[in-house]
């Protein structure tokens, strides 16, 4: 018998007994740690933002971490590395990461891009003499470079006819006020940034419609190890989505208090906001503006310029399962 138990009644040792031998017993399992998240300084992004800060995510028994690292680059080889399990980004990063870590997969599609991309002149833009030989900022090997060529065919240009820089577009903003670049793209919110500093609006993604999907990437093995979470997830984010468009004001004033951003910054202007019947639609779809049709065109744009080897198909890109 326990020592501690040898002056108590028999009925109460037995009480006793039974009591710390069920302290020693199988104790409930550890939780398992906060998914990591990064994104980009995105407003299509911003519906995890509502979800963390509103309850969605406790609710469905889902804690994340999120980094804004702003520095796209970086983040896309810190997801590679495994410092993340998800990040948000737009889908030709997604078709490009797959260059360096295959097994991951696209589970949800944020929004689409429809004039929330611009590129910046210092003056209007009157003809393409503002253009030939100047220095154009983008993001090379990314979505960027394929948003700038397509405003070059636009002009009736050539690659060859500028000098493409590879930047990040976060970045951009400086490099033009600093005169490192004549011309550069950039996204909400650096884009109003721009218009308030006087630069022009020489072309936007609402010239490019379907070109421009975002969404979430994460780890297959982590999907199918976790399945529950990333469902509650992704059920938190449609929620949240819904929320936000009920109460824009609210949710704008929210997100700018989590980001500690200035108020009136987060504007969903030039950014279509993709809700859950939109996402069954954009995964089974095979016309223009769905996943598939957008994955393709970039996996075609990044084998011609030998930055893949291979050309994942949309089934090993993409896994509709969590927005069905």
Same mark, same amino acid.
């Given at each position: 018998?326990?020592? +501690?138990?040898?002056?108590?009644?028999?009925?109460?040792?037995?009480?006793?007994?039974?009591?710390?031998?069920?302290?020693?017993?199988?104790?409930?399992?550890?939780?398992?740690?906060?998914?990591?998240?990064?994104?980009?300084?995105?407003?299509?992004?911003?519906?995890?933002?509502?979800?963390?800060?509103?309850?969605?995510?406790?609710?469905?028994?889902?804690?994340?971490?999120?980094?804004?690292?702003?520095?796209?680059?970086?983040?896309?080889?810190?997801?590679?590395?495994?410092?993340? &399990?998800?990040?948000?980004?737009?889908?030709?990063? #997604?078709?490009?990461?797959?260059?360096? /870590?295959? !097994?991951?997969?696209?589970?949800?599609?944020?929004?689409? =891009?429809?004039?929330? &991309? /611009? #590129?910046?002149?210092?003056?209007?833009?009157? &003809?393409?003499?503002?253009?030939?030989?100047?220095? #154009?900022?983008?993001?090379?090997?990314?979505?960027?470079?394929?948003?700038?060529?397509?405003?070059?065919?636009?002009?009736?240009?050539?690659?060859? !006819?500028?000098?493409?820089?590879?930047?990040?577009?976060?970045?951009?903003?400086?490099?033009?006020?600093?005169?490192?670049?004549?011309?550069?793209?950039?996204?909400?919110? $650096?884009?109003? /940034?721009?218009?308030?500093?006087?630069?022009?609006?020489?072309?936007?993604? =609402?010239?490019?419609?379907?070109?421009?999907? !975002?969404?979430?990437?994460?780890?297959?093995?982590?999907? !199918?190890?976790?399945?529950?979470?990333?469902?509650?997830?992704?059920?938190?984010?449609?929620?949240?989505? &819904?929320?936000?468009?009920?109460?824009?004001?609210?949710?704008?004033?929210? #997100?700018?208090?989590?980001?500690?951003? +200035?108020?009136?910054?987060?504007?969903?202007?030039?950014?279509?906001?993709?809700?859950?019947?939109?996402?069954?639609?954009?995964?089974?779809?095979?016309?223009?503006?769905?996943?598939?049709?957008?994955?393709?065109? $970039?996996?075609?744009?990044?084998? =011609?310029?030998?930055?893949?080897?291979?050309?994942?198909?949309?089934?090993?890109?993409?896994?509709?399962?969590?927005? /069905?």
């Amino acid at each position: 018998m326990i020592p +501690a138990l040898r002056r108590l009644p028999p009925v109460l040792g037995l009480l006793a007994l039974t009591w710390a031998l069920a302290g020693c017993g199988p104790q409930a399992a550890p939780a398992p740690p906060p998914l990591r998240i990064a994104m980009d300084v995105w407003a299509g992004y911003y519906p995890l933002v509502v979800a963390e800060q509103r309850g969605e995510l406790a609710a469905e028994h889902v804690a994340i971490t999120l980094d804004f690292p702003e520095d796209t680059h970086r983040m896309l080889a810190e997801f590679a590395a495994g410092k993340y &399990d998800a990040v948000c980004v737009s889908i030709g990063d #997604i078709v490009l990461t797959t260059r360096v /870590q295959p !097994d991951i997969r696209m589970i949800l599609c944020t929004d689409e =891009s429809a004039g929330g &991309d /611009q #590129i910046f002149g210092r003056e209007p833009l009157r &003809d393409n003499a503002q253009i030939r030989g100047k220095r #154009i900022g983008t993001a090379l090997g990314g979505f960027g470079e394929l948003f700038v060529r397509r405003f070059l065919e636009h002009r009736g240009l050539r690659p060859d !006819d500028v000098v493409l820089v590879s930047v990040d577009s976060a970045a951009v903003p400086a490099l033009l006020a600093h005169g490192e670049i004549d011309i550069g793209h950039t996204w909400e919110p $650096y884009a109003t /940034q721009m218009r308030a500093a006087g630069w022009h609006t020489w072309f936007s993604s =609402s010239d490019t419609p379907g070109l421009i999907l !975002d969404g979430m990437m994460a780890h297959a093995p982590s999907l !199918d190890r976790d399945m529950a979470r990333w469902q509650g997830l992704v059920r938190a984010w449609f929620r949240a989505l &819904d929320w936000w468009r009920a109460h824009p004001a609210e949710g704008n004033a929210l #997100i700018e208090k989590r980001l500690k951003l +200035a108020p009136g910054s987060v504007s969903l202007t030039g950014i279509r906001l993709v809700d859950q019947a939109g996402n069954r639609r954009a995964f089974a779809g095979a016309g223009p503006g769905t996943l598939p049709a957008s994955a393709a065109e $970039y996996v075609e744009f990044y084998v =011609s310029r030998g930055l893949l080897s291979h050309r994942p198909t949309a089934a090993e890109l993409l896994d509709p399962r969590f927005v /069905q």
